[in-house]
């Protein structure tokens, strides 16, 4: 008979016991485990596996492959040591092979230093999440980490449905792309020549790790905008972009440098009423020429066009609001200055 390790299992909620006898495989129950683990030695396990909320599974780098189903209530852990998958003909970068898998783990990866970034498939398994965060995807996760510039963005990757289904970890390098204009705009370096040959044709940008916009460079992919309001000065911006070859990087994580401006720029009254809804655009500067050929624009909230106002010399611009109820954005040009202030219409 065909020999295995299996996991010698203790009571629900202690500590499991040591793992080192070769016996032949065997039916285990499902149970409730507070810590696992499985050493560097593949292991087989006829069963089922339940981590709590604080429970962790320690694989280092081994391989469970587990013929029954694996749960992991929010809060269970996973550690993994990762380094560059090496084709032994049963795939040793797996560490779990599980005929299902559901509820919520995190894992959290050591990375060798020989590691190149490239994918390694960590999880095996048919998703089952009725009763976990809902999202098959996320039945196992990694929380981002802001890396340093020129070190890789680590991602935990979710493919294919059903029993083919595997997640993976992978490394995207990061590049220094970011480039500020103002205090309210952000783009993206898109020269080959000054960007390492690379020529980028979509784009999505991050706050904090959320998903601000996406979109082609046709689409202004390239650029992200505020509406005229300064950038998060505690945020971290970051952007994800494709090349015509399909190769998807991250650039450098980027902070929000204040920028001294030319001239400060109001709106007032604010807001004003449907029967009356002229404001007026305030600027103050010493740079006269900054006036000369300064205009206002005036949008909805939605991005729809009303017209412009020129400035002609003035400081005080007057401007009229269409009578209508909701939140407009004027934006200021000048030649050395573009800001944008919100006026509302009651």
């Known amino acids: 008979m065909r020999k295995q390790l299996i996991i010698q299992l203790c009571l629900p909620l202690l500590y499991l016991c040591a793992i080192t006898a070769q016996i032949s495989a065997q039916d285990v ?45 929010p809060g269970s852990r996973a550690y993994r040591y990762v380094t560059t998958a090496i084709d032994t003909g049963m795939d040793a970068s797996l560490f779990l092979d599980a005929s299902t898998a559901g509820g919520s783990t995190e894992i959290i990866p050591e990375l060798d230093e020989s590691w ?11 998703p089952d999440n009725t009763s976990g965060t809902g999202n098959n995807a996320d039945v196992f996760y990694i929380e981002p980490v802001i890396p340093e510039c020129g070190d890789y963005y680590v991602q935990l990757l979710h493919k294919g449905d ?53 979109g082609s460079h046709e689409e202004h992919g390239g650029s992200y905008y505020t509406g005229g ?37 109001k709106v007032y009254p604010n807001p004003v009423s449907r029967d ?9 500067t010493s740079n ?34 269409p009578g209508e109820t909701g939140v407009y954005i004027l934006k200021f040009k000048a030649k050395e200055l573009e800001t944008g202030l919100k006026a509302v219409v009651q």
């Open 29 to 73: 129950q499902s149970a409730w485990h507070g810590k696992i683990s499985i050493g560097d030695i593949p292991v087989l396990m006829h069963g089922d596996i339940a981590l709590q909320s604080d429970g962790e599974l320690f694989t280092n780098n081994g391989r469970l492959k587990l013929e029954g189903s694996y749960y992991g209530e």
């Open 116 to 126: 190149d970034g490239s994918p390694v498939n960590l999880v095996k398994a048919k």
């Open 162 to 214: 059903g029993n083919n289904s595997v997640w993976s970890i992978t490394g995207t390098t990061t590049l220094p792309l970011i480039k500020q204009l103002r205090n309210h705009t952000l783009l993206i370096n898109n020269n080959p020549a000054t960007n390492e040959k690379h020529s980028f044709s979509y784009y999505k940008w991050y706050k904090d790790g959320r998903l601000l916009k996406e």
């Open 229 to 265: 309001a300064n950038l998060d000065a505690d945020a971290v911006y970051m952007v994800e972009v494709t090349d015509a070859d399909d190769k998807h990087y991250f650039s450098c994580p980027y902070n929000y440098i204040p920028v001294a401006l030319p001239a400060s720029v």
């Open 276 to 284: 009356n809804s002229r404001v007026y655009v305030q600027v103050e």
């Open 288 to 321: 006269e020429k900054l006036l000369e050929h300064a205009e206002v624009e005036v949008y909805s909230y939605t991005g729809r066009y009303y017209g412009k106002v020129q400035a002609k010399g003035q400081h005080t611009i007057p401007v009229d609001l």
